[in-house]
């Protein structure tokens, strides 16, 4: 067995069941190797942007790692964007990545670069292969490191000679270790202040807002009227109707502020700090006021599950007390000229259940969770590392995971055009993907950050750099070309309408809203 | 005058005539002082892997720096194949990064990343700018270490408040150091093989390809029976009727073998010993025969046109000697079916005179630089390290460097995809490009490897990772979406008619080959 068949078959032993990958000539035998993997879904990308980026969606809603497998360091660094943005999301993932035969490095070819180097900003494992010989252990290793909690990017780096010499040996299924129960003084130090009377929020991250964990922080805030929060660099939550009812943070600083200023004490589950995505010359990057009392009931890599269990133990809230729940409620589909609260009641009218959306309409979409909660029970994943370019491909590994549910990619012209191969990958594969492309025309974000430092509004040539209107990009061509059927809407009734045959016809669609 | 402006009036006072970028919130300081900066041009591209594959193609035809100003690590991450390409080719580039203003790095918002890191990998130069006060400095500096030959990557990051503060300093123009011309002891050496009577080649890079050096070497070659070789990995080589005859060494390994089997002497001017892209099992990775003495004539780094004048006049060829020179040569305009060689045809018959072309049509492309070297004069860039997706973004950067002069950008649908929204930019910009798309629906390089690996043919799963034509890409929709105008073509008059109307008309035109 060559040192690749080891590889894979070690992959596929420990439950990676998906490859997502943009191969190239030094990784041909992993690639001869998977053709026998059957167990293994492999998925095609056109830009290694789609591959991490499909990966992270695949990690957050299987939450175990899929594999990339990725062309030495350039094809690595296309990927790092959204590297970047599993690595922040604490998702598990395991990236392949092919390096020249050992002999053949002396020669400095023209693709030979640090792939070590290249990793190691994006991931907290990095490890070249030594030999054929090491590579199925190698590979075990690098799932354990990327299963180890909250959840890590481990990069494998493997030169082309281990994986073709003989000599492979498929390595035993690894052992996870278990994430660690955070201290009974700091269980002890959450109850006293659940207790205490004041404004207090439970701030989530992670598996705290998925199923149990939720359920077990939706009872506390039931018993204790604490508020449940998540952070706007969002993971995966569940919501919707009869789910706990969460709040997340807004990005706009004076809404993130208004939000948190009416509690006293906050408790982290999992979660950072809550602070700016950017300094501002005027003002502090915290967000939090100066008299809340802040307190990590569990750290990132911490039983966040166990510390909520622990902490209703410790307030003596049982296990069937009742759960702070959204009411199930729908708005009419809504009628006339686009809107963006139009648009936001129209999705949140027409949600199937189940329903996993995928939010990177940065601007535009802002009003869309808040329609929302209390739609049918559906999952929500954000952009958690801030580069944006996340939605379509996280939408690709969203889709992968979750065959029998639809998949709603809300995206936008600006955050879009980064990553607008993972299309493509969508069509190929059949992917129930509905994705809406918000169409206004600019980087709405940046000319609101431009004109927030008080420096005048952007001359003409600085003007020119935040707008992307001319020429105009058609949303419904580049779907088509492909191979993503799609239309353009131009008001609320016809959005209704593309949503619904989206999430009820086969494949994906692409609704271009200009606004 | 805050940091921004300083640095950027250094940047325009030292001729760093454009701005390639795609800026975010912490470079909007950078972009108010772009506005008032009139002398640069600012180009605006919808993902990063364009802003550097524009700055290289610039560099090319220039032979100073553009600037690009990217958007933290990720934006870094995201132009980093093709800044590892811009590296290769030895082309001078000065990147401005954005960094979080230094007293918000303590937060580890969710942008923050190891800057510095990402780049070295692809950066001859990095450095963090400390205050405003110095960031003139540093801009200077690293027009230094960009244009030290034989031409670098220099990384320049900037902290938000470095770029906000008051108290920037433009710097003074620097003083750019001489490239050394090698010892006499290697020029004598390399007279001494020449004089020799063996078959020798000379094998060119970087400005040894370019007018005068070339030139020089011309006359070397007539009067010495040399050839004249560039790498396939190629900058820039000017070419055509009336200029010196130069062969590129070919991709593939048996070819190139062939080619250098008949030279017993090899001299290098600033290039590289000739060695495959990958190592293969079975096979040694160097191309020329084990009895060929190699000889650097000139490192790179070292004076070219001064190290082959120096030959010149060892061996006593006076300035207006007799150059070896391509002799004037059309194929008349070829009819019928789509072939391979008809397409060169049909390019060589219609090439304008001062055309530029950019060559990455991997597969397909392979016999368009043989047919077109009796075309009107023009220059061919290449792909330098190995990294695809680099025509469509070089191809941006030549046609805003020469604004008169007509680009021909030779791409296929797999490399197109990495970075297709270049096209984008040529449109906004109405850039004269006219584009080929060589459409194979497949990653032919990737069948070809994996054929040659002795393994079998690929089995239906691997064959799947190779195959790019389900869904097939419609190009014409693709250019039309970013605003791009084009046709697809199915007999070689169509494309001859296709292309001379692309040289004829204003802006961007594509032209989808079907193969």
């Not at 990676?16 to 492999?42: K, W, Y």
Request: hydrophobic share 45%.
């Amino acid at each position: 067995m060559n040192g690749a068949e080891s590889l894979v078959r070690t992959l596929a032993a420990a439950e990676v069941g998906a490859c997502f990958t943009n191969p190239g000539t030094s990784e041909m035998h992993i690639v001869a190797a998977l053709d026998r993997a059957t167990q293994m879904r492999c998925v095609l990308g056109l830009f290694e942007g789609v591959v991490t980026g499909a990966a992270d969606g695949y990690a957050r809603m299987v939450e175990k790692p899929a594999c990339t497998l990725l062309h030495l360091g350039p094809g690595l660094a296309n990927g790092g964007a959204n590297l970047h943005n599993a690595r922040r999301a604490h998702v598990p993932m395991v990236n392949i990545v092919g390096q020249h035969a050992t002999a053949h490095l002396q020669y400095d070819a023209p693709l030979t670069s640090d792939i070590e180097g290249i990793a190691r900003p994006f991931s907290n494992w990095v490890r070249t292969s030594r030999a054929s010989s090491e590579l199925g252990r190698d590979a075990a290793e690098a799932i354990v490191a990327a299963r180890t909690a909250p959840g890590q990017i481990a990069t494998l780096i493997v030169p082309a000679d281990a994986a073709w010499n003989d000599g492979g040996a498929i390595a035993a299924k690894p052992m996870i270790p278990k994430a660690p129960l955070p201290s009974n003084e700091s269980i002890n130090r959450a109850a006293s202040m659940l207790r205490a009377g004041l404004p207090t929020a439970l701030l989530l991250a992670g598996g705290a807002l998925h199923s149990e964990g939720l359920a077990a922080a939706g009872r506390i805030a039931a018993a204790t009227d604490a508020r449940l929060l998540a952070p706007y660099p969002l993971t995966r939550v569940q919501r919707g109707a009869g789910l706990p009812s969460v709040q997340r943070i807004p990005y706009i600083h004076e809404q993130a502020v208004d939000l948190l200023k009416g509690f006293r004490q906050l408790i982290l589950v999992g979660a950072a700090v809550p602070v700016d995505y950017f300094a501002h010359p005027d003002r502090s990057s915290e967000l939090t006021p100066p008299d809340c009392e802040i307190h990590a009931l569990a750290k990132p890599g911490e039983d966040y599950l166990g510390a909520l269990d622990a902490l209703s133990a410790a307030l003596s809230i049982g296990n069937n007390a009742p759960i702070l729940a959204e009411k199930a409620e729908r708005p009419p589909a809504p009628a006339g000229e686009i809107t963006l609260p139009g648009l936001a009641a129209a999705i949140a009218a027409v949600l199937p259940d189940g329903a996993i959306v995928v939010d990177e309409a940065m601007t535009s979409g802002r009003g869309i969770m808040a329609a929302t909660k209390g739609a049918p029970p559906h999952d929500w994943l954000g952009n958690t590392g801030g580069s944006i370019g996340i939605a379509l491909p996280l939408a690709v590994g969203a889709a992968v995971a979750c065959r029998t549910r639809r998949v709603l990619c809300l995206t936008a012209d600006g955050s879009g055009m980064y990553t607008a191969q993972a299309l493509w990958t969508m069509a190929r594969e059949g992917l129930n993907v509905t994705n809406v492309v918000f169409a206004n025309r600019t980087y709405a974000v940046l000319q609101r950050e431009f004109l927030g430092l008080g420096i005048g509004a952007p001359g003409p040539r600085a003007a020119e750099l935040l707008d992307i209107g001319r020429p105009t990009l058609d949303w419904v061509q580049l779907g088509k070309g492909m191979g993503v059927p799609g239309s353009r809407v131009t008001s609320l009734e016809a959005f209704a309408k593309a949503l619904t045959q989206g999430f009820e016809g086969d494949g994906p669609t692409l609704i271009e809203v200009p606004l």
